[in-house]
């Protein structure tokens, strides 16, 4: 007798394979993803004439595929030279966070070159026009059209026959054919497929704009991401004007490159130095403040730690933070009262950062503990003075990477003492610039606090 086929059953969101249905996957974790796969072809496969012969590597015309700059600088930065014809680039974001603003931009810049076609589902052509109007990306040979179903996308791109083609949003559009409603995993995976085809047959630089989750990932199926060449991340708080671009993948450049931008009335800059926007300009210095160096991609960016401490009447001290990871400023809360005994689990403790921008390594811890114990104590910093180093439970302050970096940029917008964790080596140390070496939190605070010497 004959074997039965087998079945298999794979998870939409991340591709992973179970011999028998379940309800939740083995591999992501999401419920109700797994479903049958369809049966797998013959073990033989009959070969065919291919359309075109194998060629050695070394004949293989490569200027066809050169990046070509977009004309924002930071945008280059991040995707290592520009758009690539025929890369496919999933761009994602919060809603009302720049990313149609951005993309107007980079296609009225590329309109210079040629063709570009802006292709909206979210909203109509007279609004796109009107913020393009607003922010000054009008440009001759820049398209727009407003279509929801993929065949009409490939009609446009049959007559206008762009070098740039932008897809907003591909949650929005949908395939006939496909089952399902548009935004589901069916339809994303169909369209995206069904427009990476088209990107790659024609050598178009193509961009999908993509939604995100409530917890900040990229909504859709996980198999979306494996799918493009870039997947680039564009993030800011919506009540600040900074923006900041990252690359979660690339296969044509680097993923430790961030590019910043500022979001105003008449568009989006970009900010080839933004550490001024991380500051806050005073005459005097203040109790619970401290200037950190920290190192977003290979960028160091000078950004302000600020504390308040303060006394309560509730029955239960209130713990706000806001641009810091709430566990470490716990966890630094905690070695100030164990180690350095500083008491401050009766009092209200705020915590936040200057700009809007977002402080998560672990080199902010020592910064975090100096502007806490300032505020505690009624102690401001001396004037001219960073802090570097993380904070381990016992106390110690630890070496962190990319320290000589970190002083260059302190040292060139005018810093003249850093506090760095001991045990770096010599190159650490900048002309100009006074570097103090501690081995612990309470020595840290000696130095930056001299009245705590008495």
Not at 41 to 55: L, M
Not at 117 to 129: D, F, I, K, N, P
Not at 318 to 326: C, H, I, M
Request: glycine share 12%; aromatic share 4%.
């Amino acid at each position: 007798m004959a074997r039965a086929a087998k079945r298999t059953f794979r998870c939409t969101e991340c591709g992973w394979t179970a011999p028998k249905w379940v309800g939740r996957c083995g591999g992501c974790q999401a419920w109700g993803t797994v479903e049958e796969a369809a049966g797998s072809a013959a073990s033989g496969v009959a070969p065919i004439r291919a359309g075109t012969p194998a060629r050695p590597i070394a004949e293989i015309d490569v200027e066809a595929a050169q990046a070509t700059p977009t004309g924002l600088a930071e945008l280059d930065r991040v995707l290592g030279g520009g758009m690539v014809p025929g890369g496919v680039l999933l761009l994602a974001g919060e809603p009302g966070v720049g990313k149609s603003t951005l993309l107007l931009e980079v296609a009225a810049r590329y309109a210079a070159l040629g063709p570009v076609l802006y292709v909206t589902g979210e909203e109509s052509a007279g609004q796109v026009r009107l913020r393009a109007e607003r922010v000054g990306a009008l440009a001759p040979k820049l398209y727009l059209a407003a279509e929801t179903e993929l065949p009409a996308v490939a009609g446009h791109v049959d007559e206008v026959m762009p070098r740039l083609l932008i897809v907003d949003s591909v949650q929005t559009m949908s395939v006939p054919e496909a089952p399902g409603t548009p935004g589901g995993v069916t339809q994303v995976r169909e369209v995206a497929a069904g427009l990476i085809r088209l990107a790659k047959e024609r050598d178009i630089a193509t961009v999908l704009v993509g939604h995100v989750t409530k917890d900040g990932s990229i909504a859709g199926p996980r198999v979306l991401e494996r799918l493009v060449d870039v997947v680039l991340q564009f993030e800011g708080d919506r009540h600040s004007q900074l923006r900041i671009l990252r690359a979660v993948k690339n296969r044509y450049g680097p993923t430790d490159e961030i590019g910043c931008f500022e979001l105003t009335d008449s568009g989006i800059v970009g900010l080839p130095d933004p550490s001024g926007l991380f500051l806050t300009r005073r005459t005097e210095p203040v109790p619970g403040t401290c200037v950190t160096v920290t190192v977003e991609g290979r960028r160091p960016l000078i950004a302000e730690v600020q504390a308040l401490v303060a006394p309560t009447a509730l029955p239960q001290p209130r713990r706000a933070t806001s641009g810091l990871d709430a566990a470490r400023v716990a966890m630094v809360l905690a070695v100030l009262e164990k180690r350095v005994n500083l008491r401050m689990g009766a009092a209200d403790v705020y915590t936040s950062t200057v700009g809007g921008v977002r402080l998560v390594e672990p080199s902010v811890d020592l910064a975090l503990a100096l502007a806490l114990a300032g505020s505690h104590t009624d102690m401001a910093l001396p004037p001219g003075m960073v802090a570097i180093g993380e904070v381990g439970l016992a106390g110690d302050v630890r070496v962190v990477s990319s320290l000589p970096r970190r002083l260059q940029e302190a040292r060139r917008l005018g810093f003249t003492t850093a506090i760095v964790p001991a045990g770096a080596d010599d190159a650490v140390h900048e002309e100009g610039l006074t570097v103090v070496e501690v081995t612990d939190l309470g020595q840290a605070l000696r130095t930056a606090f001299p009245e705590l010497r008495r």
